[in-house]
């Protein structure tokens, strides 16, 4: 179907493009006829008329002619009228390719429009890799090598560069809470579950707010597991309901506390704008309400969830990617015996030792008085 414009037909007249173009140019001369926003670099009218003479001079000097096809390829340059018309000043054809086309993309271009000449801008590759080796060196850096660049969207380019630091750190002093526990196998740990319970642990996990992302919350419960290791569904000893996704905090806690859970399980993903911490902190304050938050363990996962910000929001620890099922089940277990002061608190040592001695979480959640 053809739509009619309400606007009178626009008028082409029966010339070439570049004499109308350029047809009020010497009235005009010394005005800016193209201006590059960002750097401010112009060409004014005059100048663009005589560029372009000159550059279609140097073509035709080349062999280039009419009906001869011109490739441009370039960014949104002010030179690139300049092209165009320069081009058009010998009668030749432009083709004009995107910058972002791959490599076999601008191969069937060429072929495609039959293009005599390409014309390009000088690869920016090699400025932008030295200017992110400039940067590194601001930041301190010496022995600087940028050893690969990627576009990583609109105007961002991504850099991997090498360098050495002279920067002295105490690397003693640091101190990060990770979550270290005791570990047994399938097998034994539900008979230690069923010896020291004598019951059928309860967990109720979900990945709660808007957040959709279930495959968190599901490779640690779902019967299937995540990286060869049974999920928490499979262990006889627990009772393991994982409720999904863009489930609302008051229903995770109303739903353990339905089930009388021992353990919940919180699964999200953190947003720069702090929703994972609201929505937790949003839990435990309902969880509390409902008297739930003492005789209750509280684990937090998510894919760039960190054991320190989980002890900060107060729960009992936060685990991140590569968590396996296993490492959950053996964190309740013996996190419930040491609520039933039946194990002392895990004491990490700089040494590695069989399980049921070493490792454990470094850190109790702040203002939790429990037991
Ligand atoms: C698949 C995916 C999606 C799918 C989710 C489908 C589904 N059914 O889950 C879809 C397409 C829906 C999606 C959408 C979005 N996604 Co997404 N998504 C991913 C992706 C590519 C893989 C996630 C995944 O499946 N991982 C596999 C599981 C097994 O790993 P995991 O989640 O880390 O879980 C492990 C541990 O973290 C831990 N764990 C997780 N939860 C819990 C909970 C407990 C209690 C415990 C103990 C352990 C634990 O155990 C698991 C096993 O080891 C990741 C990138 C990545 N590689 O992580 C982004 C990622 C998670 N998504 C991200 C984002 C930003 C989004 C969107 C906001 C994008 C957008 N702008 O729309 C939306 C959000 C939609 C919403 N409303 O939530 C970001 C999150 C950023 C962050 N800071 O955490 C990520 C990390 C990508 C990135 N750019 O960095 N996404």
């Not at 029966?14 to 926003?37: F, G, Q, S």
């Not at 020291?196 to 640690?220: K, N, P, Q, Y």
């Not at 489930?247 to 089930?259: D, M, Q, S």
Request: net charge neutral; charged share 25%; with cysteine.
């Amino acid at each position: 179907m053809i739509f009619k414009s309400p606007h009178p037909d626009v008028e082409i007249p029966e010339t070439a493009l570049r004499p109308l173009v350029l047809r009020h140019a010497e009235r005009l001369a010394d005005k800016v006829a193209i201006v590059e926003a960002g750097s401010g670099r112009s060409y004014t009218y005059a100048e663009l008329a005589s560029n372009a003479t000159k550059l279609g001079a140097g073509l035709h000097a080349r062999g280039f002619g009419k009906g001869d096809v011109m490739a441009i390829l370039a960014p949104n340059l002010p030179e690139y009228p300049i092209a165009f018309l320069g081009v058009a000043a010998v009668g030749g054809v432009n083709t004009t390719l995107n910058p972002l086309y791959t490599a076999d993309e601008i191969a069937f271009q060429l072929r495609d429009s039959k293009a005599r000449f390409l014309l390009t801008v000088p690869p920016l590759m090699e400025k932008a890799k030295e200017a992110a080796a400039q940067v590194a060196k601001k930041l301190g850096l010496s022995h600087v090598l940028v050893s690969c660049m990627e576009p990583s969207g609109d105007g961002y380019s991504f850099f991997v560069v090498y360098g050495r630091t002279h920067m002295q750190l105490d690397y003693a002093a640091i101190e990060v809470p990770v979550v270290l526990h005791r570990k047994h196998g399938f097998d034994e740990l539900n008979e230690v579950i069923q010896r020291d319970f004598g019951r059928r642990l309860v967990v109720v996990g979900a990945c709660i707010g808007t957040d959709s992302h279930t495959t968190g919350i599901d490779a640690i419960m779902n019967m299937k597991g995540f990286a060869g290791d049974y999920g928490l569904e499979r262990y006889p000893q627990l009772r393991a309901i994982n409720l999904g996704s863009q489930v609302e905090p008051a229903a995770l806690v109303a739903r353990a506390k339905a089930e009388q859970a021992d353990a919940i399980l919180v699964s999200k993903v953190v947003t720069q704008r702090e929703v994972h911490k609201e929505d937790a902190r949003a839990l435990l304050e309902i969880a509390k309400a409902e008297k739930i938050y003492e005789k209750t363990i509280f684990l937090f996962g998510g894919p760039r969830v960190d054991h320190k910000t989980a002890l900060e929001l107060g729960f009992d620890a936060g685990f991140g990617p590569g968590t396996r099922p296993s490492d959950v089940a053996n964190f309740i277990y013996y996190r419930m015996l040491e609520r039933s002061g039946r194990a002392p608190p895990p004491q990490p040592t700089a040494h590695g030792t069989p399980d049921a001695e070493i490792q454990g979480a470094t850190a109790s959640p702040a203002g939790r008085a429990r037991d």
